[in-house]
């Protein structure tokens, strides 16, 4: 039995482990997707060279959690 916030072992192939995952994430709902994929990029920020050229594209920037006054 799965426990939260443990890590599990599973013996699955990679196909197997792949389509879980994505059934997994395509149960979440549009918010808790996006909440997951904000906290991925902020863990694991593209390196410069995965970045790219900039080609004007809409561009997400955390800010501190000091209140503006």
């Given at each position: 039995m799965a426990?939260?916030?443990?890590?599990?072992?599973?013996?699955?192939?990679?196909?197997?482990?792949?389509a879980?995952r994505?059934?997994?994430?395509m149960?979440?709902?549009?918010w808790?997707r996006l909440?997951?994929?904000?906290?991925?990029?902020?863990?694991?920020?593209?390196?410069e060279?995965?970045?790219?050229?900039?080609?004007?594209n809409?561009?997400i920037?955390?800010?501190?959690h000091?209140?503006?006054?």
């Amino acid at each position: 039995m799965a426990v939260p916030g443990r890590p599990e072992i599973r013996f699955e192939t990679k196909e197997e482990s792949n389509a879980r995952r994505e059934r997994e994430f395509m149960a979440l709902t549009p918010w808790e997707r996006l909440v997951l994929f904000l906290r991925d990029i902020e863990r694991n920020p593209p390196a410069e060279h995965e970045r790219g050229e900039a080609k004007g594209n809409f561009i997400i920037r955390k800010r501190s959690h000091e209140v503006r006054g």
